[in-house]
């Protein structure tokens, strides 16, 4: 209400108004004021009674300028505030409204914690707008298609080193696997998808960008490529195809748009999860992912469009070693030595060939092989030591006064007798 003789009232009641009045002069049927207002007899019926005993203030609701009976105390609202600055802050309202009521069994709805987040400033993340892009539809089965992607990020702000989160998203129903990592490489990579392969099995294809460790940068063959007609393979996707899975490279962060949007929402929310879990290393973040993750993924994962499960076993371990381990072919010499990574390593087996494969697996143990039988060898610490070669010192050219009876001299005495008696002559 107003100030005194005056009502405030909004342009849809100041409507009703008007058309109750036009009822109650019998202008018009109850039936018709019904009709116009969109509400039914019963309810105008209602409304003409209150306008015609209280007269147009009746056409307001009586709630106006009164609390609401489901209004939140001001003590739980101080509470919650109160967390949300001191435990629970930098959460958005949506992840803060989840974690009041799973620790403190404080239930609040998402727009009631905004509304008191601008009231009382208090920073939280927001959504910023994205360019319009096409639509790609999710693949119909699960294990279809999987996106693979590592984000380098401050994950335990500053408590610990900066580390790496290689992760997995199902492109059907979005469940999540993930590991940290110290850097992102090969072996990170052969790691992580081992430990995928192990869980769920082995996906039908792989969407990843072209960084170096996923594709191939250099371009020149060797002679066996151009023969065999071989394509250039980075070791993980040589591994790739040894195990039926089809790569595929996007050209942009914005094709493999559910491994980035996931990363987005893990730098926001695992962050957080795992400053207040205590975590500070890469070993404890994997630990914390290991309980973590199956949660997440009931909540946020769907159902995909098939029911079938496209993931292919492979039960052979040791296969699946061999295949996930960096392959480098190295010279056998004379002597049955074997040079790699600046160390001499002998070979114990007596075989017959010029060159063996050298594989440096994911636990980071070596094994060199020939024709896939594995080789027993040894390290060769202690090497024999050249001599150094003397230096070789600038000649050192002596002043030597010539005698006289040098050729040079005499030659020189002749030339300066003639020119005496050239002068002398008359």
């Known amino acids: 209400?107003?100030?005194?003789?005056?009502?405030?009232?909004?342009?849809?009641?100041?409507?009703?108004?008007?058309?109750?009045?036009?009822?109650?002069?019998?202008?018009?049927?109850?039936?018709?004021?019904?009709?116009?207002?969109?509400?039914?007899?019963?309810?105008?019926?209602?409304?003409i009674h209150?306008?015609?005993?209280?007269?147009?203030e009746g056409i307001c609701h009586r709630a106006r300028g009164k609390e609401p009976n489901n209004r939140i105390p001001d003590k739980v609202k101080e509470k919650v505030l109160e967390l949300c600055r001191e435990t629970f802050y930098e959460l958005g309202p949506t992840h803060a409204r989840e974690k009041l009521l799973e620790e403190k069994r404080i239930k609040v709805s998402v727009e009631t914690l905004r509304t008191w987040f601008i009231e009382k400033d208090l920073?939280?993340?927001?959504?910023k707008k994205r360019p319009h892009r096409q639509w790609r539809e999710r693949k119909g089965c699960r294990g279809e298609m999987v996106q693979l992607d590592g984000s380098h990020h401050d994950w335990f702000q500053g408590r610990g080193p900066v580390c790496v989160l290689m992760a997995y998203?199902?492109?059907a129903t979005g469940e999540v696997f993930a590991r940290f990592y110290e850097y992102e490489g090969t072996i990170p990579a052969m790691d992580s998808f081992k430990r995928y392969i192990r869980r769920y099995g082995?996906?039908?294809?792989?969407?990843?960008?072209?960084?170096?460790?996923?594709?191939?940068?250099?371009?020149?063959?060797?002679?066996?490529?151009?023969?065999e007609d071989r394509q250039l393979m980075s070791q993980f996707e040589?591994?790739?195809?040894?195990?039926?899975?089809?790569?595929?490279?996007?050209?942009?962060?914005?094709?493999?748009?559910?491994?980035?949007?996931?990363?987005?929402?893990?730098q926001d929310r695992v962050v957080?999860?795992?400053?207040?879990?205590?975590?500070?290393?890469?070993?404890?973040?994997n630990m914390f992912l290991d309980s973590y993750l199956p949660k997440y993924n009931r909540k946020f994962r769907v159902t995909s469009a098939k029911e079938a499960d496209l993931h292919r076993p492979f039960k052979d371990r040791k296969e699946l070693d061999r295949i996930l381990s960096i392959r480098n072919k190295r010279a056998l010499r004379n002597d049955f030595t074997v040079a790699h990574n600046k160390k001499l390593y002998q070979i114990k087996d007596n075989i017959r060939t010029k060159s063996v494969m050298v594989e440096e697996r994911t636990d980071g143990s070596m094994h060199i092989t020939h024709n896939g039988q594995r080789l027993e060898y040894k390290e060769i610490k202690s090497r024999p030591v050249q001599?150094?070669?003397?230096?070789?010192?600038?000649?050192?050219w002596k002043k030597v006064k010539p005698t006289t009876a040098h050729p040079w001299k005499v030659m020189r005495g002749f030339a300066r007798e003639r020119k005496e008696l050239t002068t002398a002559a008359p």
């Open 272 to 285: 957080k999860e795992m400053r207040l879990a205590g975590v500070n290393s890469h070993g404890e973040g």
């Open 202 to 227: 082995i996906p039908q294809s792989i969407y990843m960008d072209r960084h170096s460790t996923y594709k191939a940068t250099v371009h020149y063959q060797t002679i066996e490529d151009q023969l």
């Open 1 to 47: 209400m107003g100030e005194r003789g005056t009502i405030t009232m909004s342009m849809k009641e100041a409507q009703r108004l008007h058309v109750v009045r036009k009822a109650i002069e019998k202008r018009i049927t109850q039936m018709e004021a019904a009709r116009i207002i969109g509400l039914d007899l019963r309810q105008v019926q209602r409304i």
């Open 238 to 266: 040589r591994s790739l195809h040894e195990l039926g899975v089809k790569v595929i490279h996007a050209y942009s962060p914005q094709a493999k748009g559910r491994v980035e949007r996931l990363f987005g929402t893990f």
């Open 169 to 171: 998203v199902d492109d």
């Open 123 to 127: 920073p939280y993340r927001k959504r």
């Open 387 to 396: 001599e150094a070669k003397k230096s070789l010192l600038p000649r050192v």
């Open 50 to 56: 209150r306008v015609r005993q209280e007269g147009d």
